[in-house]
């Protein structure tokens, strides 16, 4: 929609396997869910493997959504090899807090 490309690299181990174009999706925002488009990937990364995307758009946290009850993912600081989380990411509690019920 915006015409943004983002890069992606794997959070986990280090792979051996040969990089692959692939795109990256999942829920993300009212664009689609499509993240990023030929990204070179290892060629073993499977679905629910963790990717880190270092930034998706300003807006892109400020302006996220919880339609389909779907949390909004945590904000992680990196500086220097270490991480630290900045915003927890929503579970399914926080989504319901304000549900009163019929």
Sequence with gaps: MYGA?????????????????????GHHCEA???IAESVALPA???P???VAVPATGAYHHSMASTYNLTGRP????????????????EDIDDL?????GL
Excluded: F, W
């Design 32 to 34: 689609g869910d499509v």
């Design 48 to 50: 629910g493997d963790v």
């Design 44 to 46: 073993d990364v499977r």
């Design 96 to 100: 319901l807090r304000r549900d009163v």
């Design 74 to 89: 945590p904000v992680i600081a990196v500086a220097d090899g270490a991480a630290r989380v900045v915003v927890r990411r």
């Design 5 to 25: 490309r983002y890069t992606a690299r794997p959070a986990a181990a280090r792979s051996a396997a040969p990089a692959r174009q692939v795109t990256l999706a």
